[in-house]
């Protein structure tokens, strides 16, 4: 878990709108789904609504995951939710090898002294693609976990 929580301290601040995220996971380039230049990797970006790929990005969904197999034959990935208190931004998942949160894409989010933002997200290592290593399971559980 990558978890913040900010407080203005002396003033109230101003968060965005940036297009810079929150949080950005590069991957390794076997899970990548093509390079930088656009030659196809072999690896795969999902979601959990079912979308791949390019039709990730700029989508709201409950998780997205990149997947794929090593020069070893060993197929692994990486999975990403967001906390509750993130309200569900729209992900940034491009197919040459990021995935990024970003709250503050579209608008100001302003703070004033004596509030707080609180932002997180999981990031989840996993042996298989996704459906072997039940990545819908466990956001489930960190739902439960995360709802109280």
Not at 6 to 13: A, H, K, M, S, Y
Not at 60 to 79: C, S
Request: glycine share 10%; net charge negative.
């Amino acid at each position: 878990d990558v978890r913040s929580q900010l407080r203005p301290t002396d003033r109230d601040i101003r968060l965005g709108p940036s297009r810079h995220g929150y949080f950005t996971v590069r991957v390794a380039d076997h899970l990548r789904v093509v390079d930088p230049n656009g030659e196809r990797q072999g690896g795969r970006l999902i979601d959990s609504e079912g979308r791949e790929n390019e039709e990730v990005c700029w989508q709201h969904a409950d998780w997205v995951d990149y997947y794929g197999t090593d020069e070893q034959g060993r197929t692994a990935g990486i999975a990403v939710f967001q906390f509750p208190t993130l309200r569900n931004s729209a992900w940034y998942a491009a197919t040459y090898g990021t995935i990024r949160v970003n709250p503050f894409r579209k608008g100001a989010t302003f703070v004033n002294r004596g509030e707080e933002v609180d932002l997180g997200i999981r990031v989840v290592a996993h042996d298989g693609d996704p459906v072997e290593a039940g990545v819908a399971e466990l956001y489930e559980a960190f739902q439960e976990e995360t709802s109280g």
